[in-house]
């Protein structure tokens, strides 16, 4: 699976828009990009995934670039219950999950 | 539709006994997947299976710990003779068959086992 790098934290105001980004530039052509978050300790929650187009459903929207070495996670509007690690990975179909070390997103008051 | 059930969510054993940890899939889903997350640390894979079949257990350490999927019933993660060193939250993810391809075989995660050994 192709590496993945985002920013180990960011924070966002409550209701306004959680923008993540995940470099993957190595990635192949038919790995998919998928985002997971973790809630504290809770199990990881699927966000969406895509493969060359942009995806939204209603957790999010998912943007990835024409030539698929970057996307960006989308949260329209940020909730206190958003705060969680998210977690952008490369992987291609029947085969494991790869975690980093994600992004904690923080959303404030 | 159930999500990814496992159990018991809370597991203490003392060093030397045996941990079971259960998971039942989602409804329609035979592709199982272990993940185990130690304090303070990432998620690990260790094993993946389908109905009574090993598929990749690349991942889990090589002595001690078996993991089972059988025709009927939930699949089970077996860690013998536990150590300290095994403490951790154990997840288990289900997907269903690729029938279409890829894109339909998302993993969907249980809520975990949290295992500590005194």
């Known amino acids: 699976d192709a590496k993945t790098t985002q920013p180990p934290s960011m924070d966002c105001a409550e209701g306004r828009a959680a923008n993540l980004p995940c470099n993957h530039s190595t990635i192949s052509g038919n790995e998919y990009v998928y985002w997971y978050r973790q809630i504290h300790s809770q199990g990881p929650q699927y966000i969406i995934h895509?493969?060359?187009n942009n995806e939204t459903n209603e957790m999010a929207s998912l943007i990835i670039t024409e030539d698929r070495k970057s996307s960006t996670l989308i949260l329209p509007h940020a909730t206190l219950r958003d705060t969680a690690v998210y977690y952008c990975?490369?992987?291609?179909?029947?085969?494991?999950?790869?975690f980093g070390e994600g992004t904690q997103l923080t959303v404030n008051p | 539709n159930a999500g990814v059930m496992q159990n018991p969510r809370h597991l203490v054993r003392r060093r030397g006994q045996e941990a079971r940890l259960r998971c039942s899939p989602m409804k329609g889903h035979s592709h199982v997947y272990w993940y185990r997350q130690l304090p303070e640390e990432g998620l690990k894979f260790m094993v993946y299976?389908?109905?009574?079949?090993?598929?990749?257990e690349s991942g889990m350490p090589k002595e001690r710990f078996s993991a089972e999927f059988p025709k009927e019933g939930p699949s089970i993660l077996r860690i013998q003779q536990v150590v300290r060193g095994d403490s951790a939250a154990y997840f288990c993810?289900?997907?269903?068959?690729?029938?279409?391809?890829?894109?339909?075989?998302?993993?969907?995660f249980g809520p975990g086992t949290r295992l500590t050994v005194l």
């Open positions: 990975i490369a992987r291609w179909g029947g085969s494991r999950l790869t």
């Open positions: 299976l389908q109905k009574e079949n090993i598929i990749d």
């Open positions: 895509g493969l060359k």
């Open positions: 993810a289900s997907s269903p068959p690729g029938l279409s391809g890829p894109s339909t075989d998302t993993q969907y």
